[in-house]
T-cell receptor
Framework: DQQVKQNSPSLSVQEGRISILNCDYT??????FLWYKKYPAEGPTFLIS?????DKNEDGRFTVFLNKSAKHLSLHIVPSQPGDSAVYFC???????????????FGKGTKLSVKP | DGGITQSPKYLFRKEGQNVTLSCEQN?????MYWYRQDPGQGLRLIYY???????QKGDIAEGYSVSREKKESFPLTVTSAQKNPTAFYLC?????????????FGDGTRLSIL
């Protein structure tokens, strides 16, 4: 049973417009959420994170929003650039969750294509 | 320059053969992890280690083994018991317990069956 879901396998956006990537989770024990960006044949790169005590975190063009009641988070990229084209993974962790506290649970990823 | 080094980048395994994937980090991180990625799938945790000489099974540990004799090194052995080893393997590390400490990844090893 998937605890972290990214329901859109792909997303195509025009350069300069906003990209919105969505992520849903089922485990209410999750208290920390991260977004990673991955290019082909490379490892994921940490992008931005948010703690469950916040509902928004911003870093330059990237903003993550957390809606705990809906168990939903989203990553906004504004403005989108062709170099943003990559697979984006959402991940979550639950501190103190049994013996594997802090381990990340990943979604399946969303492939973002930003067209010039 | 600090980072995580995985080697080799590509690896081929014959039937019945054990192979070992290397992962070295010079970030002085305590925790290290091994993930497997299959096409169209997220990352699945194989093994993790929070301190030297200690490691725990992840979600898909069957057919794999690890060791953590040094803080910098966390090699993964794919044994002949792993019947479907073809995948992209990623090693990661973090300062402490993940979550509040983001994991940093190497560039992966792609393992294929001959």
């Amino acid at each position: 049973d998937q605890q972290v879901k990214q329901n859109s396998p792909s997303l195509s956006v025009q350069e300069g417009r906003i990209s919105i990537l969505n992520c849903d989770y089922t485990n209410s024990m999750f208290d920390y959420f991260l977004w990673y960006k991955k290019y082909p044949a490379e490892g994921p790169t940490f992008l931005i994170s948010i703690s469950s005590i916040k509902d928004k975190n911003e870093d330059g063009r990237f903003t993550v929003f957390l809606n705990k009641s809906a168990k939903h988070l989203s990553l906004h990229i504004v403005p989108s650039q062709p170099g943003d084209s990559a697979v984006y993974f959402c991940a979550a962790s639950a501190s103190g969750y049994g013996g594997s506290q802090g381990n990340l649970i990943f979604g399946k990823g969303t492939k973002l294509s930003v067209k010039p | 320059d600090g980072g995580i080094t995985q080697s080799p980048k590509y690896l081929f395994r014959k039937e019945g053969q054990n192979v070992t994937l290397s992962c070295e980090q010079n970030l002085n991180h305590d925790a290290m992890y091994w993930y497997r990625q299959d096409p169209g799938q997220g990352l699945r945790l194989i093994y993790y280690s929070q301190i030297v000489n200690d490691f725990q099974k992840g979600d898909i540990a069957e057919g794999y083994s690890v060791s953590r004799e040094k803080k910098e090194s966390f090699p993964l052995t794919v044994t002949s018991a792993q019947k479907n080893p073809t995948a992209f393997y990623l090693c990661a590390s973090s300062m402490g317990v993940a979550g509040a400490q983001p994991q940093h990844f190497g560039d992966g090893t792609r393992l294929s069956i001959l």
